[in-house]
C-alpha cells in the first residue's frame, strides 16, 4: 500500500491527465465497521468508524457532454463517454461507482452534464474496508457542491447505496455510506438504520493505549454475485415467517419462539442478527460505561455469531482472530460483509508487534497468503480537501 497523495498531489496527476487544474478535490473514507455486521439491511444498528484511508477524487465540469474518467490504481487508462448513453446497463467496471453516483443524482434532477474525473484511492480494494463506498460519497460530495444540488448527508448516503444496488448490482445497506460521509476524528457513528439517525460515539483508542489492528486476508469477495445476497435473502425470509417488517423487530427474548417457526439454517441466520443487533447496543453502553477497553468480549462474541450462525467467515479470517486473541487481543472479529476481506483486533498499542507477528507466522505456516496488517483509528469523514 502507498502513502497517500496530498490533494495537490491529486490535482497535479488529474492536470497531467486532462490538461487542465481541476475545480476541486475531494476526500471520503473507507470504514471498519467496530461491530453490528449484516444488521443495516434489516433495519438495525450499526457502530462503524472511518479510517485514515480514503478515496480522493479530482474534478472538472466540461461544457459539454463528455465525460471522462481515470484511476490511478491500474485501472485500463482514461475511459470516456457521452452522458447521453448514461444507463445502469452501460457502466461497467470500475468507473459504475463514480458513474453510478452520477447517475442517480442526474435521476433526481441534479444537473450535471459532462466533466473530467480522476480517482486516487488508499482504500484496499474488496478487503472488506469499503473502497466502493469511498469512491461514491467523495463522487456525491464533489458533484453535491459543484453543481449546487444542497443535498444533505443523510441524502447523499442514499445516493451512493442507490449507485451501489441498482448500477453495481450489491443489495447492500447505508452502513458504509454512512460512515464515510458522518463520521468525525476520534469517534464511532452509532447508527439506527430504520430512522436513519445517528451519533457520533467517542472512541479515542489512543488515550486509552488501544489500537485497532487490520488484518487483510487478501481472500477477496464478491458482494454482487457471492453469498452476500443470499444472507440477505434468507433474512427477509425469516421476518416474512415472522410476521415482522424487519429482523430490527424480533427481540432475543423471542428467539426460543422463533426456533419453532423456522427451519435450522433460516434460524441460525436470524439469531446472528438479532443477537447482533443487542451486541451492537450494548457495545455503546459499555463504550460509555467503561471505555473501549471493556468491549472485547462484545467484539469476539460477534465473530463466533457470524462463523456459526450466518456462516459467513472463512479460515483466513478465523485463523486471524483466533492468533490475536491468543497474543494479547482483547477482542477480535471479522469485518465487512464477509466470504473475506479483513478481520480487526483490539488491542493495546504496546502488543502490536506480537500480534503482528504472531499472525504472520500463523498464516505462513497455514500455507495461506501473507496477509496485509496495519493500524488504523477513527478518522473523518468525506470532505472537500483543495
Ligand atoms: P470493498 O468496497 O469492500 O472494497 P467492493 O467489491 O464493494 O469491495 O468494491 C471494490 C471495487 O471498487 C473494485 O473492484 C473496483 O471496481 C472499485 N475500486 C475500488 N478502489 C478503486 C480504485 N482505486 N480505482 C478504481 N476502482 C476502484
Ligand atoms: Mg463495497
Keep these: 500500500m502507498s502513502a497517500a497523495p496530498g490533494p495537490a498531489q491529486v490535482a497535479e496527476k488529474f492536470a497531467a491527465a486532462f490538461g487542465q487544474a481541476p475545480d476541486g478535490v475531494w476526500s471520503a473514507p473507507g470504514r471498519v465497521n467496530l461491530i453490528g455486521e449484516h444488521t443495516d439491511y434489516n433495519d438495525g444498528f450499526v457502530l462503524p468508524f472511518a479510517i485514515d484511508r480514503t478515496a480522493q477524487v479530482a474534478i472538472r465540469l466540461r461544457a459539454d457532454n463528455t465525460a471522462r474518467l481515470l484511476s490511478g490504481y491500474g485501472h485500463q487508462g482514461v475511459v470516456s463517454l457521452e452522458m447521453a448513453t448514461l444507463s445502469p446497463e452501460t457502466m461497467k467496471g470500475w468507473t459504475a461507482y463514480p458513474l453510478g453516483v452520477v447517475w442517480v443524482l442526474r435521476q433526481m434532477g441534479v444537473d450535471i452534464g459532462g466533466f473530467d474525473l480522476y480517482l486516487d484511492s488508499t482504500v484496499p480494494t474488496g478487503a472488506g474496508l ?84 487490520v488484518v487483510d486476508t487478501k481472500v477477496t469477495h464478491a458482494h454482487a454475485t457471492g453469498g452476500y445476497a443470499a444472507r440477505r435473502a434468507s433474512c427477509e425470509l425469516g421476518a416474512e415467517v415472522l410476521g415482522v417488517a424487519a429482523l430490527r423487530d424480533v427481540a432475543a427474548a423471542d428467539l426460543a419462539v422463533a426456533a419453532g417457526l423456522l427451519d435450522a439454517q433460516t434460524f441460525r441466520r436470524v439469531r446472528h442478527v438479532v443477537t447482533e443487533d443487542q451486541r451492537v447496543l450494548d457495545t455503546v453502553a459499555v463504550l460509555a460505561d467503561a471505555g473501549p477497553a471493556a468491549i472485547g468480549a462484545l467484539l469476539t462474541a460477534s465473530h463466533a455469531s457470524m462463523r456459526d450462525d450466518f456462516d459467513i467467515s472463512c479460515d483466513e479470517l478465523d485463523l486471524a482472530v483466533e492468533t490475536a486473541l491468543a497474543n494479547g487481543a482483547l477482542g477480535a472479529r471479522m469485518t465487512g460483509g464477509g466470504f473475506g476481506g ?21 498464516f505462513a505456516d497455514a500455507g495461506f497468503t501473507a496477509p496485509d496488517i496495519f493500524a488504523v483509528s477513527p478518522a473523518p469523514g468525506a470532505r472537500r480537501v483543495l
Excluded: K
Aim: net charge negative; charged share 15%.
Design 342 to 362: 479483513s478481520a480487526i483486533a483490539l488491542i493495546p498499542a504496546a502488543e502490536e508487534p506480537r500480534v503482528r507477528a504472531a499472525v504472520v507466522r500463523a
Design 130 to 213: 469499503s473502497s466502493s463506498a469511498a469512491i461514491e460519497c467523495a463522487v456525491a460530495s464533489a458533484f453535491n457542491e459543484l453543481c449546487g444540488a444542497g443535498l444533505t448527508a443523510n441524502q447523499l448516503v442514499l445516493v451512493g447505496q442507490r449507485a451501489e444496488n441498482e448500477v453495481v448490482g450489491a443489495p447492500t445497506g447505508i452502513l458504509d455510506q454512512s460512515a464515510s460521509l458522518l463520521a468525525t476524528g476520534g469517534h464511532a457513528v452509532f447508527l439506527d438504520c430504520r430512522t436513519q439517525e445517528s451519533r457520533l460515539v467517542p472512541l479515542d483508542l489512543a488515550a486509552a493505549g488501544l489500537l485497532v489492528l
